[in-house]
């Protein structure tokens, strides 16, 4: 530098050097480009710190999920810092911490499947390791090796095996997995160290430390069940696909009220069916976890979660008609408005009938108790059935010229688009169908949970009533003791 400008020197064949003099202009293009990166780099840092803070007061538990693992991973720390606990332990507490990093999920469910799957696993894999390891050892020095590498091929290549078999892979595909790298270990490394029994013996430890620190916090540390959270999605997939039929058939029909309600609220709600359509692999995994929590909530152990597959699979035959509904709605071609108006109240029915059926199941699984009018709505939802079938017969259709071999539709409206308003009528009674289901999948579930009627819980309410009041009188009754 030299008076604050920026100097370029060069080496010539003489042995002096040169002063390259820059133009201003290219100076002044070398530093704002410098100052842009700075700016952009910081701009980035900004929005993922937005982000970030977003996603956080959208879903305060992921928070306390980060406060969680940080506070396991500071007391697991312990046995490296205080040296009674590291002496007792030894080096292998290093496993305790990475038994935390590995195991410790969002929710409990997630979380004591890992740890319990990371537990017995080693336990089993190491017994089994130190087993073949005395087995090898007796076999002599020249044949040792070769059963150890047998006995690894073999277990290996089965645990392997199993992770392709369905019902292992859904709850214990990691177990499969850490028992592999186990016995692997153990029976590698039994070859070459000495006190095999001790290092396994540390190892299985140090393991069950971590996992019994990882199920207690995220357990006593807000917890976040998957069941309670495949239990709401439920119920918001119910709703949602209530609000996205009765819709659809309100804005096909030119009676959607929007006064009130933004254009990008409007489509949220009327797309909220694909929610439905997309959620049969986080319904998979949460009835997974969920299985493997205990008792919380009104939710018992050994709940019947797998209903709610059932329930799910239903949901989505109904999306899959509500988005063909959708498709034939937003196609060019549509029916005369006169044809419209002669379905069009009996239409609006049956959707608002449809969908006060899948919010009162909503309702139902909320609630866990049994609704005394959901036998009702769905006659109601039958009876407008019915209603469309009989206004279809006066429609008025398209009839055969004779001689000539053409449609003639009335008004001059094409066959295609009479045929459009055939297609939704059809898909919108093939809804009911699928609702039906829906409402038979909700019955087993109320069956198997042994939901309560609206009857058993208000005489239950009352009983309790009564026995706080009984309560309260012997103890205004019993005498002061002086």
Not at 11 to 22: A, H, Q, R
Not at 308 to 328: E, T
């Given at each position: ?28 293009r070398i530093r704002h480009e410098f100052r842009g990166l700075i700016i952009g780099f910081f701009t980035k840092i900004w929005r993922v710190l937005v982000e970030s803070w977003k996603i956080g007061v959208a879903e305060p538990k992921k928070f306390v999920h980060c406060l969680r693992v940080g506070l396991a991973l500071c007391v697991v720390s312990l046995f490296y810092y205080m040296r009674p606990l590291y002496e007792g332990i030894g080096g292998n507490a290093m496993w305790a911490v990475m038994t935390v990093v590995v195991v410790f999920e969002y929710t409990v469910g997630a979380t004591i499947c890992k740890s319990i799957n990371r537990a017995v696993a080693t336990g089993v894999a190491g017994s089994l390791g130190v087993g073949i390891h005395w087995i090898a050892s007796q076999c002599g020095q020249k044949y ?339």
């Open positions: 530098m030299s008076g604050g400008r920026l100097e370029w020197r060069i080496n010539v064949p003489d042995g002096t050097t040169k002063v390259i003099e820059l133009e201003r202009g290219v100076v002044a040792e090796p070769i059963v150890l590498g047998a006995s690894v091929f073999i277990f290996a290549s089965v645990a392997t095996f199993s992770r392709f078999i369905p019902s292992v892979k859904a709850r214990f595909d990691y177990g499969a997995l850490i028992f592999i790298l186990t016995f692997s270990l153990v029976s590698i490394s039994g070859y070459r160290v000495d006190k095999l029994v001790d290092m396994a013996h540390e190892r299985v430890t140090t393991i069950a430390i971590g996992t019994s620190l990882c199920i207690l916090t995220s357990m006593l540390i807000w917890p976040a069940w998957a069941g309670t959270q495949l239990h709401l999605q439920t119920i918001s997939n119910l709703e949602k696909l209530g609000i996205s039929l009765e819709g659809y058939v309100a804005e096909y029909f030119s009676s959607l009220e929007t006064a009130d309600v933004s254009e990008d609220d409007l489509t949220k709600r009327l797309l909220g069916y694909k929610c439905v359509l997309n959620s049969k692999a986080a319904e998979e995994i949460m009835v997974n976890f969920a299985r493997w929590e205990p008792a919380h909530g009104r939710f018992y152990f050994r709940y019947p979660w797998q209903q709610y597959l059932k329930i799910g699979g239903a949901m989505r035959s109904c999306a899959y008609c509500i988005d063909n509904l959708n498709a034939c709605i937003d196609s060019d071609m549509q029916a005369p408005g006169f044809l419209k108006q002669h379905i069009k109240d009996y239409c609006m029915k049956l959707s608002i009938c449809s969908s006060k059926v899948l919010k009162e199941l909503a309702i139902v699984i909320k609630s866990s108790r049994r609704s005394s009018s959901i036998d009702f709505s769905v006659d109601e939802m039958n009876t407008e059935v019915e209603h469309l079938q009989n206004a279809l017969k006066s429609l008025p259709y398209c009839t055969v010229i004779e001689n000539e071999g053409k449609l003639e539709c009335p008004d001059n409206a094409s066959f295609l688009e009479v045929l459009s308003l055939g297609t939704i009528v059809t898909l919108l009674i093939e809804v009911v169908g699928r609702i039906e289901e829906i409402v038979d999948a909700v019955d087993k579930l109320a069956t198997v949970a042994e939901f309560k009627t609206q009857n058993e819980k208000k005489s239950q309410q009352k009983q309790t009533s009564e026995a706080a009041d009984t309560n309260r009188q012997n103890q205004e009754e019993k005498p002061l003791d002086v």
